[in-house]
T-cell receptor
Framework: NAGVTQTPKFQVLKTGQSMTLQCAQD?????MSWYRQDPGMGLRLIHY???????DQGEVPNGYNVSRSTTEDFPLRLLSAAPSQTSVYFC????????????FGPGTRLTVT | EDQVTQSPEALRLQEGESSSLNCSYT??????LFWYRQDPGKGPEFLFT???AGEEKEKERLKATLTKKESFLHITAPKPEDSATYLC????????????FGQGTRLTINP
C-alpha cells in the first residue's frame, strides 16, 4: 500500500491564483481530513470528511473548498490564494475501526507571493 | 475553548539522558489524547492513544502517561534516532476528526 499520497510536494502561487492540492489514500479509510501547519501554531484542521459525499468544516475553513466524490480522493481547493495561506498542508486518513489513529501524508509546502 | 500546551518548546539531551515532555490540556470532556512523532519534512506518525487518567502506553524507549490535566511522554535512555518533534493532540467534541494539536516539542539527542 502507498498509504496517503499528496501532490504536489512544493507549490508557489501568486496572490489571487487558484489551485487544487491532491490527496489520495489506498487503505479504504472512511475518514479523511486536511490540516495546515504553521510555525508556533501547531496543526489546525481545515476541512474533514466522514465518507464519500459528506464533508464538514474544521477550525480554519475560510478560503478553502473540499469535495469527496470517492472514498480514495479528497482534494483541497484554494479559491483565491492569499499570502496568509502560505503554509505546509497535510492530508490524513483514519479507518472507522480505529477512529483516532490518523495516517498523515508527506505534506505540500505552499508559498503565496 | 479547547486548548493544548506543550513544554518545553525545545529540548536538547545527551544520548542516554532520560527526560520527559509535557502536554497540558483543557477540554470539555476528554475523549482521547494522542501522541505523534514528526520528522523534518514529513507528516506526523502516530505513536499512542490514551483514553483515561492513569492509563500508560509504552513503545521501545517511549512511555506515555495521562492524568486529568496533563500527559507526559517519558523518554528513557534516548538515542540520536529519537530526535524529532513530538506532537500532542486531544479529541474535542464529537467525531474523530476534531483533534486539537499542541505546538510540539522539538527534541534533539546528541551522540
Amino acid at each position: 500500500n502507498a498509504g496517503v499520497t499528496q501532490t504536489p510536494k512544493f507549490q508557489v502561487l501568486k496572490t489571487g491564483q487558484s489551485m487544487t492540492l491532491q490527496c489520495a489514500q489506498d487503505m479504504n479509510h472512511e475518514y479523511m481530513s486536511w490540516y495546515r501547519q504553521d510555525p508556533g501554531m501547531g496543526l489546525r484542521l481545515i476541512h474533514y470528511s466522514v465518507g464519500a459525499g459528506i464533508t464538514d468544516q474544521g477550525e480554519v475553513p475560510n478560503g478553502y473548498n473540499v469535495s469527496r466524490s470517492t472514498t480514495e480522493d479528497f482534494p483541497l481547493r484554494l479559491l483565491s490564494a492569499a499570502p496568509s495561506q502560505t503554509s505546509v498542508y497535510f492530508c490524513a486518513s483514519t479507518p472507522w475501526s480505529e477512529a483516532y489513529e490518523q495516517y498523515f501524508g508527506p505534506g505540500t509546502r505552499l508559498t503565496v507571493t | 475553548e479547547d486548548q493544548v500546551t506543550q513544554s518545553p518548546e525545545a529540548l536538547r539531551l545527551q544520548e542516554g539522558e532520560s527526560s520527559s515532555l509535557n502536554c497540558s490540556y483543557t477540554v470539555s470532556g476528554l475523549r482521547g489524547l494522542f501522541w505523534y512523532r514528526q520528522d523534518p519534512g514529513k507528516g506526523p506518525e502516530f505513536l499512542f492513544t490514551l483514553y483515561s487518567a492513569g492509563e500508560e502506553k509504552e513503545k521501545e524507549r517511549l512511555k506515555a502517561t495521562l492524568t486529568k490535566k496533563e500527559s507526559f511522554l517519558h523518554i528513557t535512555a534516548p538515542k540520536p534516532e529519537d530526535s524529532a518533534t513530538y506532537l500532542c493532540a486531544v479529541q474535542a467534541g464529537q467525531g474523530a476528526q476534531k483533534l486539537v494539536f499542541g505546538q510540539g516539542t522539538r527534541l534533539t539527542i546528541n551522540p
